[in-house]
């Protein structure tokens, strides 16, 4: 019978036997194939010409970095690991026969030895998923596996290329796998620059892993003493020193899960990695370009705040190819949604649809960039009540051609142009440009033609692409692939031409914008802003020869931000950027498509005593639809004023609660008020350009008459509610 320190041998013994004799069938992976089969926990998002941009934690249970070659692993760790696992390591062929002996005879007389297992076991246990140790320890089974494989090992690899996989799949503390992760993790730096003392405590937390800090310490101030045996750098002193640094060192977490300068994109592209992409993904993006743009747009963001704004977003796109150069997703420290992707996030557009309004209404020969339209009060049936647009400043134009009422953002004009092209076919030409719509134009309604649909910035800065590339419209593209989709025609040629001609206009955005704006550059860009309800978004998006930019201002949270205008808020950062990417590149006027002609146009008179509307100018125009005169001119019989407000058919409730003289109607006319009348049920009540009525319950008819008692127009209205109360006069 054995006793039980002569089992204890004879097992050992018996592992020695088997490992001895054994004869593996099979072949071994090759190094190539784990290097290959390697997994970072984190995916290296990169730019277009490799450089890193973003690390992002893909795998949420292990802790792994790159791969790192052995040659770029600190010689003060390589000198620690060894010491500490596997002295005899470049003498051996998988097993150090002297350590099983040596542990062999330790279990006989029952003392405690370092162990038997090599470098080469350990990493042949690290490699094979049934020799892994379980909580109790290998099995006897697992241990001679582990070591036949650890001689086939050694057969078939070099003997730095098993440190070097030792090295990167070694387990340390905790979820963190692979000296790339420790180093960064806990050190901070990368496995190359490891000195003695980190490289000491590193070979400590092989061996315990998950010691308390003082055990591990206490081991790495051993190890320490090994490798520098000459020096006092091991003292009582030096090791209360290492306690200190032990302890400092497994708490930090220097190695954030996510760090770099375009967070949103890469989150996005690492999730949706192509097969063969897991440890890193080759984007569109220019790495020089998304740092000065995430610079320029923090910067605005800052002189921003006290006007009650965090929040923006930014995106480049090169316009041949549909590429993604920049893509800003948010502000980072200086919002308190910083996860929010601001390049996709869904917001109202403002002001920047009318581009594509306007060409449409072009294309479909409605309007010239020269035709006159009425910027004055308008109030419009809808199925929901009166709509009532206003422009920005509160104010009228008068008779504006399409070229300044688009350039100089009018809004009356706009809805008058929605009006002549419907809501439900412009919903159709936006979805064509890539803005698709959550909703039929219907459901908008005439407030579409300021942007009240909500869209994303990419898609937004993609339809001004298409306006960019000749109305032809493409997917964009974030990551290196080849090929992709042809482009369709989503919109008239000419007629994008002729919106771009406008939008580079500085004399056409005067208006509004004046002459010296942030939004003209020495260089041909067309460039649009706008402003969403309520000022809670701000936009800047146009393009240039090349590249289309795209910026939105806000806050992710919808609050309204205070006194920001187009030219504050999101423009500037677009001016900065464009400026940036043509700092060395020219930016020409596109050339005019086939089907244009340019030719001179003079406008008529504003009024009797005022010159012409607009200065004579050459214009663009679709072939055959040209003319040489614009103005507003009576014809034969036709009314010379109009009723400008209310609109016929509105319907006027009255509030009992109300004194009847706080309830007064205003009537408007569009034309100067000498002579006018004003007539309810056939009864004059005014005389002028404007009038003040009582509302009385029940319908009437509305007349405005020249001094010649000329009917010039006519509205009904209806009015509901219980009248006066008891004891008022009815009006006469």
């Known amino acids: 019978m054995f006793t039980r320190p002569s089992r204890r041998l004879a097992l050992s013994l018996a592992i020695v036997l088997m490992a001895a004799g054994a004869h593996p069938a099979g072949a071994a992976n090759t190094f190539d194939e784990v290097k290959r089969a390697f997994r970072p926990s984190d995916t290296q998002v990169l730019d277009r010409d490799g450089e890193l941009l973003q690390r992002v934690r893909t795998d949420a249970a292990v802790r792994r970095g790159q791969w790192v070659a052995l040659a770029d692993v600190s010689p003060a760790l390589r000198t620690a690991m060894l010491l500490s696992e596997d002295k005899r390591f470049h003498e051996h062929s998988g097993v150090d026969w002297r350590a099983v002996s040596a542990a062999a005879w330790g279990n006989l ?17 690290l490699l094979d998923e049934d020799l892994r140790r379980g909580a109790g320890g290998r099995s006897l089974t697992q241990k001679v596996g582990q070591t036949i494989d650890a001689q086939r090992l050694e057969r078939n690899w070099r003997k730095d290329q098993i440190l070097e996989a030792y090295l990167n799949t070694v387990p340390f503390r905790g979820e963190i796998v692979g000296i790339d992760a420790l180093s960064r993790t806990l050190f901070g730096k990368a496995p190359s620059g490891l000195d003695a003392r980190e490289a000491a405590l590193a070979a400590a937390l092989v061996r315990a892993p998950n010691a308390k800090p003082a055990q591990v310490a206490q081991r790495a101030c051993e190890v320490l003493r090994t490798m520098e045996p000459n020096r006092a750098s091991a003292s009582k002193a030096d090791c209360e020193a290492m306690d200190m640094f032990a302890s400092a060192a497994v708490q930090r977490r220097a190695f954030d899960p996510s760090e770099g ?26 790495a020089p370009l998304q740092r000065f743009a995430l610079g320029t747009l923090q910067q605005q963001l800052r002189e921003l705040r006290g006007r009650h704004v965090e929040d923006g977003a930014l995106v480049v796109l090169d316009n041949a190819s549909g590429e993604v150069l920049a ?121 579409l033609a300021l942007g009240s649909a909500e869209v994303s910035l990419l898609a937004l800065t993609n339809a001004y692409r298409t306006l960019a590339n000749g109305g032809r419209y493409s997917e964009t593209r974030d990551v290196v692939v080849a090929g992709g989709k042809s482009p369709t025609q989503a919109l008239d040629a000419r007629a994008a031409f002729i919106v771009g001609d406008i939008l580079s206009d500085p004399n056409a955005r005067a208006r509004t914008f004046g002459l010296d704006s942030v939004l003209g550059t020495r260089f041909w860009t067309a460039v649009k802003t706008g402003t969403s309800k309520d000022m809670r978004d701000n936009w800047a998006i146009g393009w240039s020869q090349r590249y289309t930019v795209g910026v939105w201002v806000g806050n992710a949270s919808g609050a309204p931000m ?129 009038a003040q009525w009582l509302p009385w319950p029940g319908r009437h008819a509305v007349q405005l008459v020249d001094a010649r008692g000329q009917l010039q127009d006519e509205i009904r209205l209806e009015v509901r509610g219980a009248g006066v109360r008891a004891g008022a006069a009815r009006p006469q």
């Open 261 to 286: 300068i375009a967070p949103h994109l890469g989150r996005r592209v690492a999730k949706e990695a192509p097969a063969g992409q897991h440890n890193s993904v080759r984007t569109t993006l220019r």
């Open 562 to 690: 205070w006194d920001v205008s187009g030219t504050s808020g999101a423009a500037p950062v677009w001016a900065e950027v464009m400026r940036f990417l043509h700092r060395r590149e020219p930016s020409r006027a596109p050339v005019p498509p086939a089907g244009l002609v340019q030719a001179k146009v003079a406008f008529g008179s504003g009024g009797a005593d005022a010159g012409p509307l607009e200065a004579a100018r050459s214009e663009w125009f679709l072939q055959g639809t040209e003319q040489a005169l614009f103005a507003i001119e009576p014809t034969a019989g036709s009314a010379i004023a109009r009723i400008t407000a209310p609109a016929d058919g509105t319907i006027v409730a009255l509030d009992p609660d109300i004194p009847p003289n706080r309830q007064r109607l205003r009537f408007e006319t569009d034309a100067p008020g000498s002579g006018l009348q004003w007539r309810i049920d056939g009864k004059t009540i005014a005389r002028g350009a404007s």
């Open 109 to 125: 007389w029952n003392t405690r030895t370092r162990g038997a297992s090599t470098i080469t076991m350990q990493l042949a246990g």
């Open 327 to 447: 893509w800003v997703g948010s502000s980072g420290p200086l919002s308190q949604a910083a996860e929010v992707d601001g390049v996709l996030a869904q917001r109202q557009p403002g002001s920047t649809l009318k581009p594509l309004l306007y060409a449409q209404a072009i294309a479909e020969r409605r309007l010239t960039a020269a035709s006159l339209l009425d910027d004055s009060s308008a109030q419009l049936n809808t199925a929901s009540g009166l709509y009532i647009p206003q422009n920005y400043d509160r104010q009228f134009k008068g008779h504006v051609s399409v070229r300044t009422a688009l350039a100089s953002s009018l809004n009356v004009p706009a809805v008058r142009t929605l009006v002549m092209v419907t809501p439900e076919a412009f919903a159709r030409q936006l979805r064509a440009a890539g803005l698709p719509l959550r909703e039929g134009g219907d459901y908008y309604g005439y407030s």
